[in-house]
């Protein structure tokens, strides 16, 4: 589902990654573990392309895109690199939602802005997926109202309602109390079961023994695949 290929990416005179290749199955929810500062979520901002790397190619689904270090995008790489991101979507440590909208509205906005939904498919389509994350007694809440579990899910339900084919998340439980984790936890071992491919970066050793198909670690600018 998704591919890497030789990709290197680099902040100034420190190499995070160099000619880095993996592969991540479709369908199947992979670990990333390692110490902080090693490049995990660089490697995803990369997978999502909110930081561009350096040289390489990344795959997702049938769609690739790939570049040199002296290369400048051309319109048509562009245009591949919109249609790839609209393919992927990110959970973040922050929940980032908007105060001033209600939990329906914040996630059905980039529906409606990004895909042209129609408002009242948009409000359809998020009602369905605040059910799937169990928020269906929510949607005219304000963020301010829920706990931080409650807020990550519907952040959760935010990516959702673009309808990607690979969910991306970054620490999505390090700002959480220990007894809001398992919410989140349980929201992706859902998705796991009905066939969603997800790319989980987290320090919780117990989740990735018990929900991932595949763990990574990383660290060094390398990767190995290990069992926990």
Known sequence: MVKIEALTKSFGPHTLFKDLTLEFPRGELTVIMGPSGCGKSTLLRCV???????????????????????ETLSPGKQATLHKMRLKTGMVFQSFNLFPHLTVLENVTLAPIQVRKLKPAEAADLGRTILKR?????????????????????VAIARSLAMQPEVMLYDEPTSQLDPRLVDEVFNVMRELDSEGMTQIVVTHHEQFARDAAKQVLSFENGHADWVTL
């Open 48 to 70: 999502n392309f909110l930081e561009l790397f350096d040289s390489g190619h990344i795959s997702i689904g049938d769609l690739t895109v790939g570049w040199n270090a002296n």
């Open 133 to 153: 994350v169990g928020l269906s007694d929510k949607t005219d809440a304000y963020p301010a109202k829920l706990s931080g579990g409650q807020q990550q899910r």
